[in-house]
């Protein structure tokens, strides 16, 4: 069995972060079924572009593989009986929606103890179910600005800057995912559920970690460093070589005294200037250009070598191309590929999240409201007669794709 077989997680989510923290489940085994409001489409991911196909996107296929879909309006009391049923068969509500939207829509564990009293609630949103940004929606972008990020990102004379990825939204979503299977496993040990209050803005601020214990303690304020540099420890960042750029990182003194051995210049570890690591910060400008000079003769690839075979922590600035196709990459078994209807193999990067060694077969993100029949009559054992009136009664919507309003705007 895989890891997380025996767990049925029901979804509220949309775009990146909330179907970012179920994929982790999904990948792991859980089974994860997306409720997808018929009224606008279902999860605004399907149509995020330049890939994109009908109600499917390469976007959407790299956060939603190995769930289900089904379309429900929980704005009417058709859809929320439906809701109810399913909530009552399963371990945990996901949700990702602004801070004050849980309430109002009664998907809290307060709401729901009478209908599943070992129903885990796990709400990410972008500034928590309380505070005075409650209610605010929130992004990636946003809470890379809000939280200090941007003003440590970039070179010191230019522009705040953003992760070139979306780190806030992935690392809240790893923290939901924890906060879930910690939550399931509370509550199958006690027998009683309860709320995860898990926000992207939480998440932002815990990893200002040490420029935050900086700061609080000593009243230090972090700046940005040329090249993305470390801030304290040096050399610890980026170097131009003849054809590209090298990362090297001397985090503990032996390091320092490799590469000056591996430049050809073994008296650098013995120069006052550059004996310890106080010295190497205190005259970090005369350490790098003297490094800038050696490191610019000769290519990536050949200092690469060089220093690994001397014990050296280094790397090339690859592109994502090169990532890629780094052979750890295939060792690791990174890339997994799905077959779509529209796009033809997907190959997507595997959950970093690993529980013991056999791989398993994954699939594609499911087309919207796809596995309607499955949730319906295979797991509620709902009857046709039942399945009729309740769509007549708008359970499932009767203008999906319209582009109507959502019931609630998206947290995430």
């Not at 990536?300 to 196709?325: F, K, Q």
């Not at 997507?348 to 993100?365: F, L, Y």
């Not at 295979?378 to 046709?384: A, F, I, R, T």
Request: hydrophobic share 40%.
């Amino acid at each position: 069995m895989r890891p997380l077989q025996d767990v049925r997680v029901v979804s509220i989510e949309q775009f990146g972060a909330g179907p970012f923290a179920s994929l982790q489940l999904a990948d792991l085994g859980a089974e994860v079924i997306k409720i997808e409001d018929p009224r606008n489409g279902g999860d605004v991911g399907r149509y995020v572009p330049p890939f994109r196909s009908g109600d499917g996107s390469l976007f959407f296929e790299s956060f939603n593989r190995n769930k289900r879909s089904i379309c429900l309006d929980l704005s009417v009391p058709a859809g929320r009986k439906v809701f109810e049923d399913l909530v009552a068969r399963c371990d945990a509500l996901f949700s990702n929606l602004r801070g004050d939207v849980p309430e109002r829509l009664r998907i809290r564990y307060a709401d729901l103890e009478d209908v599943n009293p070992r129903l885990v609630c796990c709400c990410l949103s972008g500034f928590g179910m309380d505070g005075p940004r409650r209610s605010e929606p929130a992004y990636d972008y946003i809470l890379q600005g809000l939280a200090g990020w941007m003003s440590l990102t970039g070179e010191p004379d230019g522009p705040p800057a953003k992760s070139g990825l979306s780190l806030v939204d992935y690392c809240g979503g790893l923290v939901a995912a924890l906060a879930i299977v910690v939550g399931i496993h509370a509550a199958r040990r006690d027998g009683v559920g309860r709320d995860c209050d898990v926000s992207l803005f939480d998440t932002a601020i815990a990893m200002l970690t040490y420029p935050a214990t900086w700061y609080l303690t000593a009243g230090h304020r972090a700046e940005r460093i040329e090249r993305s540099s470390h801030p304290s420890i040096v050399p610890f960042g980026n170097f131009p070589t003849r054809d590209g750029w090298i990362v090297i990182a001397c985090a503990k003194q032996k390091f320092f005294v490799s590469l000056a051995d591996a430049l050809g210049r073994p008296e650098l570890a013995s120069d006052r200037r550059f004996a310890d690591f106080d010295a190497r910060r205190d005259n970090r400008r005369e350490l790098t250009a003297i490094l800038d000079r050696i490191l610019r003769s000769d290519t990536t690839a050949s200092w690469v070598r060089r220093l690994s075979a001397a014990g050296v922590p280094c790397a090339p600035v690859n592109d994502v191309a090169a990532a890629l196709a780094d052979p750890q990459t295939a060792a690791r078994r990174l890339i997994v590929a799905t077959e779509h209807d529209d796009f033809g193999t997907v190959r997507s990067v595997a959950s970093p999240v690993r529980v013991g060694g056999s791989q398993v077969p994954h699939r594609r993100a499911p087309h919207l409201d796809e596995d309607a029949g499955y949730v319906l009559r295979d797991l509620l054992g709902y009857p046709e007669s039942l399945i009729g009136s309740l769509t007549r009664a708008g359970a499932f919507g009767g203008t999906r794709g319209s582009g109507g309003d959502a019931p609630a705007e998206a947290g995430t």
